[in-house]
């Protein structure tokens, strides 16, 4: 049975490729060589911006004190959460924030995976107990003391911070657990807004072929491990399907357990993707396990007609992996 959320969602991208007057590859390298491309990037950021707000002016109207943000991997959740948080600042609410990462147990309480090592993915590498103990007590208008996790000690220790919150405020919590129920089970369900964000369809190869969701987020991702964590495409596609397997295994289930999901793909971003993935793509050598995948994506990428990436706006969730956002992550 189809979700009925992602079948909107769908129906909702249609719309955005009418408006803008592209459906295929074919259509976007015409604009693009006709000289539209600027228009385009305008287009795109203003009606993602626009669902951004219509989140913002939902969660206002529920009167909601929980915003919890879920999505796979480079599906844009950091960026989102900011971007909700500027909307939400302009319905005259005051978001925070907090980071699950603080919440993990102790390193040597951490489960173990089928290899033996720790699964800091799993859910249980939180203390869910004393996560939903200070959530519970900041929604009932008490101070707590957040705390740190520090990452070289593998231990939770106090961070001298607190956190109340106000009537005007909003909490917003982003991380792959986000819409699993057991992560905030303690909480009343009238008090969370469940947000899903993913780049769950972009432009379509031709009429009949739609482009798969993980490649876009794995050419995202490529090009974010090499400017950012000096890792090269070779090691990112290495580390790929294990990524997908936990995504299946802690994200997808949960997904239409949200109000609202949110599409984080442009219709333009691949032809700005080529530009910086392609030098990168070029470097796995034709000896790795890795260099099929990479022609593959190599082949994929150069059917787009390429866009410099001056025009692309400095909030843009694009520039969470291209660099120069104007938003500190």
């Given at each position: 049975m189809k979700s009925q959320k992602l079948e909107a969602l769908m129906a909702e991208h249609r719309h955005w490729q009418d408006i803008i007057g592209l459906r295929t590859v074919a259509d976007l390298n015409a604009a693009i060589r006709a000289g539209y491309a600027?228009?385009?990037i305008n287009v795109s950021e203003a009606l993602q911006e626009r669902k951004i707000a219509s989140v913002a002016d939902e969660v206002a109207r529920r009167g909601c004190k929980l915003v919890l943000l879920a999505g796979p991997s480079s599906s844009g959740k950091t960026t989102s959460s900011k971007r909700l948080a500027i909307?939400?600042?302009?319905?005259?609410?005051?978001?925070?924030?907090?980071?699950?990462?603080?919440?993990?147990?102790?390193?040597?309480?951490?489960?173990?995976?089928?290899?033996?090592?720790?699964?800091?993915?799993?859910?249980?590498?939180?203390?869910?107990?004393?996560?939903?103990?200070?959530?519970?007590?900041?929604?009932?208008?008490?101070?707590?003391?957040?705390?740190?996790?520090?990452?070289?000690?593998?231990?939770?220790?106090?961070?001298?911070k607190t956190l109340t919150l106000g009537d005007n405020n909003v909490l917003i919590i982003e991380g792959i657990h986000a819409?699993?129920?057991?992560l905030t089970s303690r909480i009343p369900r009238e008090q969370k807004f469940q947000l899903y964000v993913s780049a769950l369809t972009t432009i379509q190869l031709d009429e009949n072929r739609r482009i798969s969701t993980s490649d876009n987020r794995l050419l995202r991702r490529i090009i974010r491990d090499k400017k950012f964590r000096n890792y090269s495409a070779e090691e990112t596609i290495h580390r790929w399907p294990s990524v997908r397997a936990g995504e299946e295994k802690w994200i997808f289930p949960f997904q239409?357990?949200?109000?609202?999901?949110?599409?984080?793909?442009?219709?333009?971003?691949?032809?700005?993707?080529?530009?910086?993935?392609?030098?990168?793509?070029?470097?796995?050598?034709e000896s790795s396990e890795a260099y099929a995948e990479a022609f593959r994506l190599r082949r994929f990428i150069g059917f787009f007609e390429p866009i410099p990436d001056k025009q692309i706006p400095l909030t843009s969730l694009l520039r969470e992996f291209l660099g120069g956002s104007s938003f500190h992550y």
């Open positions: 600027t228009e385009i909307q939400l600042g302009a319905c005259g609410l005051h978001p925070l924030t907090i980071s699950m990462d603080d919440y993990f147990v102790n390193r040597v309480d951490t489960p173990l995976d089928d290899k033996g090592e720790y699964d800091y993915e799993c859910l249980n590498a939180l203390d869910l107990p004393f996560f939903n103990a200070q959530l519970t007590a900041l929604l009932a208008g008490e101070t707590v003391e957040l705390p740190r996790y520090d990452f070289v000690k593998g231990e939770r220790v106090p961070s001298e819409l699993n129920p057991q239409d357990n949200c109000d609202t999901m949110i599409n984080t793909a442009l219709l333009y971003e691949l032809s700005v993707l080529r530009t910086y993935v392609l030098p990168v793509l070029e470097e796995v050598p």
